[in-house]
């Protein structure tokens, strides 16, 4: 057995990817990163990512360095001492698993692995996904994992945009495919992550994640039906929460909002569900609440709808603002964000729709791009709907402009505003 203490590869220079190579930098470890994306890439190098501000000062300080090299070539992998890999793993419009991204990655890591080598899965997947993709292709190759290499699973649970809960704060689950590759996952780790908890297995790190991201599924599902239930009574649901929550144990402030979106929660658990369903193990509570998420953008569209009818305002031809388009505050981030339904809802009920984001310039909805307004104060509109609000992002001008469909819940101030 040979320890091998060279370079660390990232293989994905992602939300995740980029800022665990800048917290291994900062480290004093020398980087490869390795993204297929030579727009990704450019960005990284010219210091344009998306980041929280720590990151962006990180990334300035290490884009240039002779110890972050960028490239787009898998062979890249064979000097590397470990690999963390950091690939996306989506879901595609059937709300089914497309890992194709997470099969070449772990692919290319197997094909270039070198004797010394840990390699991480940080990527969230289903369960098994570690020693399917990894443990037993490197065995297939001649690798005896915890021999000639040494293998974990360690989710990353990132929240990007939160600056209350950055990176190394937040303690990272590792699951080593014996306990030496545990112990050597969590040493390379440390740089990123304060603390390291080690469970048993891979598949523990797996399903771990995947009950973290299930359980915020769930409850926010929960949270924006009692919303609605919250209406029907006429009650207010923020008091109600608020109330909730002086409860100091049993309970959990979710917030009610448009629906859930970004790579994860609309994500994760279909996961879950996909491989659950080859085993014919049912999950219905999983099931039920990813379904309302899914549906919950189209409640918005309904009820915008129902506010303009309310104004006199026919939907054909209304002019409606969605004010933040990005899945939640302080990201230039819209995958899957509830925003791109309810902005093709309204426009296939023939509502002029448009969007004022800071953060995201442009959007493909329908096939159509739609462009940010700058200045959305100087038009009129029939309907504002505040989708996503940004720090910093000032919404002041919306007050005493007709109605506002408040999908955040949080602008109890508005005089004439509808909830969801
Ligand atoms: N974004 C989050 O908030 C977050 C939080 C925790 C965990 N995760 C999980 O982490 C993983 C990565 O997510 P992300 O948000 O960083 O994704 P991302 O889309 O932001 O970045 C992934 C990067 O990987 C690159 N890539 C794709 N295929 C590649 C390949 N074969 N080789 C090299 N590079 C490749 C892409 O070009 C992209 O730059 C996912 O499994 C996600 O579920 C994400």
Request: with cysteine; proline share 9%.
């Amino acid at each position: 057995m040979r320890w091998s203490s060279g370079p660390v590869a990232v293989v994905g220079l992602g939300y995740v990817g980029l800022p665990t190579a800048l917290a291994l930098l900062s480290a004093g470890r020398s980087v490869i990163g390795l993204d297929t994306d030579p727009a990704r890439l450019a960005a990284v190098r010219a210091g344009t990512a998306d980041l929280l501000p720590e990151d962006r000062a990180r990334l300035r300080a290490h884009a240039a360095s002779p110890a972050f090299t960028l490239t787009a070539e898998p062979a890249a992998l064979a000097g590397a001492g470990s690999v963390v890999i950091c690939v996306p793993t989506p879901v595609d419009g059937h709300r089914v698993p497309a890992p194709g991204a997470l099969r070449a990655a772990c692919a290319a890591a197997v094909r270039h692995a070198s004797p010394g080598q840990i390699l991480v899965l940080a990527s969230t997947s289903w369960v098994g996904t570690t020693r399917e993709l990894l443990i037993e292709p490197l065995a297939a190759r001649g690798l005896a994992v915890a021999q000639d290499v040494f293998v974990a699973c360690a989710p990353e649970r990132i929240d990007p945009g939160n600056a209350d809960h950055p990176q190394h704060t937040t303690p990272r689950v590792v699951g080593g495919a014996t306990p030496e590759c545990g112990r050597r996952a969590a040493a390379l780790l440390e740089p990123v992550a304060d603390r390291v908890h080690v469970v048993g297995s891979p598949e523990a790190a797996e399903l771990t994640k995947l009950l973290e991201n299930t359980f915020r599924a769930v409850n926010i599902a929960l949270v924006n039906e009692f919303a609605t239930i919250a209406g029907h009574l006429d009650l207010d649901i923020t008091e109600v929460v608020d109330a909730a929550a002086t409860k100091p144990y049993g309970f959990l402030p979710f917030r009610p909002g448009p629906g859930a979106g970004g790579h994860c929660i609309p994500c994760d658990p279909h996961y879950l569900l996909w491989q659950l369903r080859a085993a014919r193990v049912p999950a219905p509570l999983v099931d039920t609440a990813m379904a309302a998420l899914a549906a919950r953008p189209h409640q918005v569209a309904r009820r915008a709808r129902d506010v303009l009818a309310a104004h006199g305002v026919p939907v054909p031809g209304a002019r409606v603002l969605i004010a933040g388009v990005a899945y939640k505050p302080g990201v230039a981030d819209h995958r899957e964000s509830p925003a791109l339904r309810v902005i093709e809802d309204l426009a296939a009920a023939g509502a002029d729709v448009a969007y004022t984001d800071p953060l995201i310039p442009s959007l493909r909805v329908n096939g159509r791009t739609l462009r940010h307004r700058e200045d959305p104060a100087a038009e009129h509109w029939d309907l504002v709907v505040v989708h996503t609000a940004h720090p910093g992002h000032d919404l002041a001008w919306i007050e005493g402009r007709g109605p506002v469909l408040d999908a955040t819940y949080r602008l109890d101030s508005v005089k004439e505003r509808y909830l969801v």
